[in-house]
């Protein structure tokens, strides 16, 4: 009997509970067994509880196989408190990889449409570890602002191994390291360590560019990157940059990963101004469910709910209000659940399948829904 995962599910604060809903709905949907350990944080479990990270929290996270995470912040607890959930999941957990697959799906419109017919499909591993460290930051009085950065050694090489073995496992074909190494003595560093460690891999094409030219090269043309790996800040604008072609905040998953835990969570945060309301893009929360099935291994399950989304976003009859529909949150996660279930039953074999960007019946979909904007 295939295994059963328990998955930690901490829904957070603001857009997180509505939007991580869909996420195990879809989960549910798929033919895997999961017990989801539920788990208030952030600013509602500090205002409730006296606590943002209540005992049973950090207990689910050391037992789950993963964590499910949506946002944390609220108006009215301070800022710090519910950061304590995320400097826990990321610094005392030590997530260090912050992975960011960012894809334009048919039938999203994109600033890019028309020019780049192939879209937009790369990846932004950032280092979630190191670089500007909130411990050695502060402000003089009203005049002197200050920052420190550091990256090291170690720090860099374990971020830029990760992004070649995710290159090479993936199939894909070239890595970038941006960097700004003609004046940060920080990023030289980063720069000659990703010199040493993609060395040993031969098979993957290396290439190095400095933070500004990137940015241009992907407003430009975004099929000129693959993998990128990158320090914090860079990652963070770059992401941003992207983001922006793919159809918004609401389209963009992410992974946080150390060597033996990891949590998914959407890059967005908690979006009050559409918390309550019903109106929030689940679809980064469910591509975040995603990329959770893959780092535990189960990668069909992974690749169904990518084709589930694509699927129903070519069809173009059910979408959020930021992707030009008027579909909530729920229906949206309804649609996608049950494609998910539909390509179960009919046992479509995925890897026969010609990619949806290619398949001329989605090139009349796309077509038709470009002009949507
Ligand atoms: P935080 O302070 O927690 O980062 P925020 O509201 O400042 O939260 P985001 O949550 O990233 O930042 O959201 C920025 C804007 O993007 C929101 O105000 C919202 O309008 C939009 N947005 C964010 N997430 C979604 C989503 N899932 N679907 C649709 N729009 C979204």
Redesign the pocket.
């Known amino acids: 009997m295939a295994r059963k995962y328990k998955i930690a599910v901490m829904p957070g604060d603001?857009?997180g509970p509505e939007?991580t809903a869909e996420a195990v709905k879809v989960l549910k949907a798929t033919d895997m067994r999961f017990e989801f350990l539920h788990c208030d944080v952030g600013g509602k479990a500090y205002l409730e509880r006296g606590d943002p990270l209540p005992p049973e929290a950090v207990e689910a996270s050391d037992e789950a196989d993963a964590v499910l995470f949506g946002?944390?912040?609220h108006d009215y607890a301070p800022y710090e408190i519910p950061r304590k959930v995320l400097v826990y999941l990321r610094v005392d957990k030590d997530a260090y990889v912050n992975l960011r697959p960012l894809k334009l799906y048919p039938g999203v419109y994109s600033p890019l449409w028309r020019r780049s017919s192939k879209g937009v499909d790369l990846v932004i591993v950032r280092d979630n570890a190191e670089g500007f460290s909130l411990q050695h930051s502060g402000l003089l009085g009203n005049s002197i602002g200050t920052d420190r950065r550091v990256i090291t050694h170690f720090g860099a090489q374990r971020i830029i191994r990760f992004a070649c073995d995710y290159t090479v496992k993936k199939g894909r074909k070239k890595i970038t390291c941006v960097d700004q190494s003609n004046w940060l003595f920080s990023d030289k560093l980063f720069r000659n360590v990703f010199s040493e460690v993609v060395e040993r891999y031969p098979n993957v094409r290396r290439d190095f560019r400095h933070v500004d030219v990137a940015a241009m090269m992907l407003t430009r043309n975004p099929l000129n990157f693959d993998v990128i790996v990158t320090p914090d800040i860079y990652g963070d604008i770059l992401s941003g940059v992207v983001i922006g072609m793919i159809g918004?905040?609401?389209m963009a998953p992410s992974a946080c990963i150390g060597d033996n835990f990891a949590f998914f969570e959407?890059?967005?945060?908690?979006?009050?101004?559409?918390a309550g309301k019903g109106?929030?893009?689940?679809i980064?929360?469910i591509l975040s469910a995603k990329l959770m099935l893959e780092w535990l291994r189960e990668e069909e399950a992974a690749q169904i709910i990518d084709t589930a989304v694509s699927e129903v976003l070519a069809e173009g009859k059910v979408r959020?209000?930021?992707l030009g529909g008027n579909s909530s949150t729920s229906e949206v996660g309804d649609a996608i659940a049950a494609k998910v279930r539909e390509i179960h039953d009919e046992g479509i074999c995925l890897q026969d399948q010609p990619s949806l960007e290619e398949s001329p019946q989605n090139r009349r979909r796309c077509e038709t829904l470009s002009d949507f904007k």
Request: hydrophobic share 45%; no cysteine.
């Open positions: 603001g857009i939007v946002a944390v912040g918004g905040v609401g959407p890059v967005h945060g908690t979006a009050w101004d559409l109106i929030a893009n689940p980064a929360s959020t209000r930021d």
